[in-house]
């Protein structure tokens, strides 16, 4: 089945700065990459997604891109902001997304320094 | 955007006794949803995939006779914990597939403890 790194754990970045997170898949077939935020005691929320076919997307200060080669992917969030605070994980799924489960990394705790 | 709502957010129950979740997508169809379990500072982990007017599906390590799933209409599922014990403790997240880009939207949890 697919298995998704994800790195690092925990990123601390001050206030208006660039975060990175980077995630690397193992299933060829995976097509389909959501990146998801997590406030403590909530559900995931979906921020941004990417399909096979693409190499990056963007949505204001949130960007994804993809490597397929490589099996990675990466989240930039730019110009950061205290909300930005809050744990994101990665995920991949092998099919067109309906019919499976999600796959997800470890999470990455993003914490924002005023 | 689609929602999903997720009832109840928390519950506290006696070892032994059996909880329902449930799971509603409010503004959509889904013919899929998802149940995982997330214990505290780790991931999301799938325990079963349940689809409209059919049997559950279950991961592997996961009893499907503990964890019955019932997916009566393209916008409920449910999920009941059986017999529950302390080590059921977990929070619990549903998620419903949307037909358009089959993207997968989240419930906001439910917190499970048994005592």
């Known amino acids: 089945g697919e298995n998704v790194e994800q790195h690092p754990s925990t990123l601390s970045v001050q206030e208006g700065d660039s975060a990175v997170i980077k995630c690397t898949y193992s299933?060829?077939?995976?097509?389909?990459f959501p990146w998801y935020k997590q406030e403590l005691g909530k559900g995931p929320q979906l921020i941004i997604d990417?399909?096979?076919?693409?190499g990056e997307k963007k949505d204001q200060r949130i960007a994804v891109t993809l490597n397929k080669t490589a099996k990675h992917f990466s989240l930039h969030i730019t110009e950061t902001q205290p909300e930005d605070s809050a744990v994101y994980f990665c995920?991949?799924?092998?099919?067109?997304?309906?019919?499976?489960?999600?796959?997800f990394g470890k999470g990455t705790h993003l914490i924002i320094q005023p | 955007g689609a929602v999903v709502s997720q009832h109840p957010s928390w519950v506290i129950c006696k070892s032994g006794t059996s909880v329902k979740i449930e799971c509603r997508s409010l503004?959509?169809?889904?013919?899929?949803m998802f149940w995982y379990r997330q214990f505290p500072k780790q991931s999301l982990m799938l325990m079963a995939t349940?689809?409209?007017?059919?049997?559950?599906?279950?991961e592997q390590g996961v009893e499907k006779d503990k964890f019955l799933i019932n997916h009566a209409s393209l916008t409920l599922s449910t999920l009941t914990v059986t017999s529950a014990h302390p080590e059921d403790s977990s929070f619990y997240i549903c998620?419903?597939?949307?037909?358009?880009?089959?993207?997968?939207?989240f419930g906001a949890g439910t917190r499970l403890s048994v005592l």
């Open positions: 998620s419903a597939s949307h037909r358009v880009g089959n993207i997968q939207y």
């Open positions: 995920a991949a799924i092998s099919s067109g997304g309906g019919a499976d489960g999600l796959t």
């Open positions: 299933d060829s077939a995976s097509n389909y």
């Open positions: 349940s689809n409209e007017g059919s049997k559950a599906t279950y």
């Open positions: 990417i399909r096979s076919n693409v």
């Open positions: 503004d959509f169809q889904a013919t899929t």
